[in-house]
């Protein structure tokens, strides 16, 4: 236990170094957040709604890419590295290695999540209820299962370099045609069609409805628990044919 | 002898190409061993299958009776790999305090600290930011932190120049002073002849020999007696008696190669052979490693 809990805080230290993470997890979102209810204006028909709508959106943007990027990437750089090989030697277990990146990973996001809230409370006085607040907190955090599975995919990949461009690319092409942008209703009608499609879609849809005062829809849940068995079942699969290799 | 490693007829094929070819050893404890051989050899492959990096395609390796990759094992075993790694977004410290951390009886902070040779003010810079020879000690000092049985190096002082490379070996001669079991590769042989007090000598994926240098040399080393003789003088009377085993000519002197250098001398006088300057050999080992390893395939 006392092994374990080490680990989860060396993991934490390590994301919170990170540059990368601090600037993309962090500031994009909330200056994103600051320019599209402060300096655009939008002209929303209920503007507070919007404001809550959105601080929904930039969270689980934020979310969602650490959840791909800093997972996948680093993984592939262990093990580039040789790291992984040095710690399959000790006595740690596989297991406990990859729960506490896990472990880590979500405290990670608990911290996002709150800085980005307060952040957000801050900038536009949002009133939201206490029990808005932490159903929100929690939907952002289990829901980002699926994409921490697409990091471990992405973690199987052979080069830095083509782990970070396609992890990139998927994260902006999930976040955009998933509605966290910018609403889907003034999208054409055929991307809300695929978004209905997309697990960012449900992944923001959850927590949009939990600041309207309503839940999560079934289908929200549904599609995104299927998305984290496909990327499991298929990470798995992968690992299996790479070791046999 | 109590063992510590068996491997017991292990071969590794990758595809087409075996890299070890059925080899089997038992080191006992307190033993310090040489893997040395040339490049392509197959050590790091060996001692892949010995830290359960990789399955052997047949035969078994055991460590303290039991399978490599169990738990128990790894408690007890430290590795510094050939290509040295460290954990990037860490300082050396927390690294340090980390890996401590996965082993029931660590070696105390300082001690490690004092191993790696940083400064206090080099402890808390990221590692990733070390010079390479810096990697290297925080690796050794990392080898050591569980406070090892068996301690496994792979060609460790690669790189390292001479004075760290002697600081290197003392640093290890306490740790086998401690009764601890080492075994490292190397492709210097001189570094084989120094610090071990065995060698097994790979080539191609085979141990052509296992033994102290002393025995290497009298295994495979054979001595010779050597001489200058006027070339007009036939030899063949030499030729016929069945303890000499070679006879060849080399810078103006010819070798007569027999381990009972004695009979030798006794033959030549014996048949009255003109000869003069004579000289007995003692097989050298650097002669019988440059003739093993001569013709080897270089690693790709
Ligand atoms: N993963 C691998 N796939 C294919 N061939 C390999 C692999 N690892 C090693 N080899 C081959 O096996 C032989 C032994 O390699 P190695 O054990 O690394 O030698 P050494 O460490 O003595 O230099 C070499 O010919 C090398 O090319
Ligand atoms: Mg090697």
Known sequence: MKIFQMQCKMEIVRVLRNRYFVFWSLVMPILFYYIFTNVVNTNPQDEAAWQAHYLMSMTVFSVMGSSMMTLGIRMVQERLQGWSTFMRITPLSDSVYFAAQMVGQSVIHLFSITIIFIAGALINNIALTAIEWVMSGLWILLGSLPFLAIGTLIGLMKKVETAAGVSNVLYMVLAVSGGLWMPLEIMPKVMQNVAQWLPSYHYGNGVWEIVRGGAPEWKNILLLVTYLVLFMVLSKYIRRKQEVA | ?300
């Open chain 2, 1 to 300: 002898m109590n063992e510590v490693l068996t491997l017991k007829n292990v071969t590794k094929s990758f595809h087409q190409k075996t890299a070890v070819d059925d080899i089997s050893f038992t080191i006992g404890k307190g033993e310090v061993v040489a893997i040395l051989g040339p490049n392509g050899a197959g050590k790091t492959t060996t001692i892949s299958m010995i830290l359960g990096l990789f399955k052997p395609s047949a035969g078994e390796v055991r460590i303290f009776n039991h399978l490599p990759q169990e738990k128990q094992v790894r408690e007890k075993i430290g590795t510094m790999l050939q290509e040295v790694s460290v954990m990037p977004g860490l300082k050396v410290q927390e690294i340090l305090e980390l890996i401590r951390s996965y082993y029931p009886h660590p070696l105390p902070m300082s001690e490690l600290i004092s191993l790696t040779g940083l400064t206090g003010e080099e402890l808390k810079t990221r590692a990733e930011k070390l010079s390479g020879g810096q990697k290297r000690r925080l690796s050794f000092a990392l080898a050591l932190a569980g406070n090892p049985e068996l301690i496994i190096f792979d060609e460790p002082t690669v790189g390292m120049d001479i004075s760290s490379r002697s600081r290197f070996w003392q640093t290890v001669d306490s740790f086998a002073a401690q009764g601890k079991t080492i075994i490292f590769s190397t492709h210097y042989l001189q570094e084989a002849d120094d610090v071990a007090d065995r060698i097994l000598l790979f080539k191609d994926g085979t141990i052509v020999a296992d033994g102290t240098p002393a025995q290497i040399k009298s295994q495979i080393a054979k001595p010779s007696v050597s001489f200058i003789v006027d070339p007009e003088t036939s030899l063949e009377k030499l030729y016929l008696h069945t303890e000499i085993d070679d006879i060849y000519r080399k810078n103006n002197r010819v070798y007569v190669q027999s381990s009972n250098t004695d009979r030798v001398l006794e033959l030549i006088f014996q048949e009255k052979l003109a000869v003069r300057d004579i000289q007995i050999e003692r097989g050298k080992l650097e002669e019988v490693y440059e003739e093993l390893t001569r013709g080897t395939k270089e690693a790709v």
